[in-house]
């Protein structure tokens, strides 16, 4: 907006000028308009008016790191009214009871191990708003993803977070609903939870 009140500024400075005595048309009307100054009604969003650069030419935004834990060790089992019986996995590293985690779109994630157990972060498959068809057993996942793959992708998977160890870095690109279980103590602990990239 200054930017725009200075070319204002500058363009009734010419006009003025001229009528104070400055150099006449040919045709003995008024001044000429310096050509060096321009004005644009459309709006400046997104743009430097000084030296006309666009958004787009600015450092994107950097994406956020989403923690996500992996712990059975004092943790308490939640029962969701959508998705049943969850935990182990949770959002950072204190949660006590598992909540259905929501990460948002474009956030890269890392899952973290605060537990003395190993654990993995697998998916299990695709849930919905309304409900999640949990698998009766799941003992994969023990092979990690390449770093950079989206979490959404079939057959991702930490594999194993080691006590302590934090997972490679992967993506949340894709928005949907997701089951997400631990490839160790899914079948003994029912590890399991809900992430939703939204």
């Not at 010419?14 to 005595?21: D, H, R, S, W």
Request: proline residues 7%; aromatic residues 10%.
């Amino acid at each position: 907006m200054r930017v725009r009140f200075f070319l204002a500024a500058a363009f009734a400075a010419a006009l003025l000028g001229g009528c104070a005595g400055s150099p006449q048309s040919p045709a003995g009307g008024a001044a000429a308009v310096p050509q060096s100054v321009v004005l644009d009604a459309r709006p400046m969003s997104g743009m430097d008016a000084m030296t006309g650069t666009m958004d787009a030419m600015r450092p994107a935004k950097k994406p956020r790191t989403f923690t996500v834990g992996l712990k059975t060790n004092n943790e308490n089992y939640y029962s969701d009214k959508t998705y049943g019986q969850i935990f182990g996995i949770f959002k950072g590293l204190k949660a006590k009871s598992a909540r259905v985690v929501v990460i948002h779109a474009g956030d890269n994630v890392v899952f973290q191990n605060p537990d003395t157990l190993p654990h993995t972060g697998s998916l299990l498959g695709d849930a919905t708003k309304d409900g999640a068809p949990w698998p009766s057993s799941f003992d994969g996942g023990q092979t990690a993803s390449s770093p950079g793959t989206d979490i959404s992708t079939s057959g991702f998977s930490t594999g194993i977070v080691s006590p302590g160890k934090t997972s490679a870095t992967y993506t949340a690109k894709v928005p949907g609903f997701y089951m997400f279980g631990c490839g160790i103590h899914y079948n003994s602990l029912m590890q399991r939870n809900i992430i939703i990239v939204q």
